[in-house]
């Protein structure tokens, strides 16, 4: 069935580093990937999106890279902030109106 | 511009009953997609309306309905509560041209 997964459900990195937060999809057929950020107590919020005709994207220290041929995507942010500490869900969009969600990563940011 | 906004916020139900939770979009936005969040099941997709029609829906049982109004405002009911009902309802908008969309803060349902 449709499924969007994700690696890893929790990420803790240290103030100032770089966070990776990796994601798998099944759907080949997808046309956009999409990141997604939560805090507490707030629905998802846009981040960044990518064509599934593209490898990569960049945004505001955030960085999407896209990886077809092993249906692997990632987030990346530089210099992660503490404001950063969040939900990351990427997610998936093949047209239809209908958006598929990955599980989620969690992502804590020490001082 | 006023965000998505939804009402109650919070709700506590009992089993065997039934609840209607509402979603006002962002001013101009045509679409409404609903979304239940739970923590064994994250994000999953409900249902798409655009311009009063259901466009999509997910795998949810037939007690989970939902309709929108002229006005784009859209409701979902829940009917015939059970346990494994209780999770955040998320709500979003868009134009209906795509996958953009804007979530509400959702609704807290509880089911006792």
């Known amino acids: 069935g449709e499924s969007v997964g994700l690696h890893l459900p929790t990420l803790s990195v240290q103030e100032g580093d770089n966070s990776i937060i990796n994601c798998a999809y099944s759907n080949s057929a997808s046309d956009y990937f999409i990141w997604y950020k939560q805090e507490s107590g707030k629905g998802p919020q846009f981040i960044i999106d990518?064509?599934?005709?593209?490898d990569k994207r960049q945004g505001q220290r955030v960085t999407v890279l896209l990886n077809k041929t092993v249906k692997h995507l990632s987030l990346q942010i530089a210099a992660t902030q503490p404001g950063d500490s969040a939900v990351y869900f990427c997610a998936e969009y093949t047209g239809g109106f209908k958006t598929i969600f990955g599980a989620g990563t969690r992502l804590f940011v020490k001082a | 511009k006023a965000g998505v906004t939804q009402t109650p916020r919070y709700l506590i139900k009992t089993r065997g009953q039934q609840v209607t939770l509402s979603c006002s979009p962002i001013s101009g936005h045509r679409s409404v997609s609903w979304y239940q969040q739970t923590p064994g099941q994250g994000l999953q997709f409900l249902f798409e309306?655009?311009?009063?029609?259901?466009?999509n829906k997910g795998n949810f049982p037939g007690r989970f309905s939902g309709r929108q109004f002229s006005n784009s405002r859209s409701e979902m009911n829940v009917s015939t509560l059970e346990l494994g009902d209780s999770a955040l309802y998320l709500c979003?908008?868009?134009?209906?041209?795509?996958?953009?969309?804007?979530f509400g803060p959702g609704t807290r349902l509880t089911v006792t």
């Open positions: 979003a908008s868009g134009s209906g041209s795509g996958y953009e969309q804007y």
């Open positions: 309306y655009f311009s009063e029609t259901q466009r």
């Open positions: 990518i064509r599934s005709n593209m």
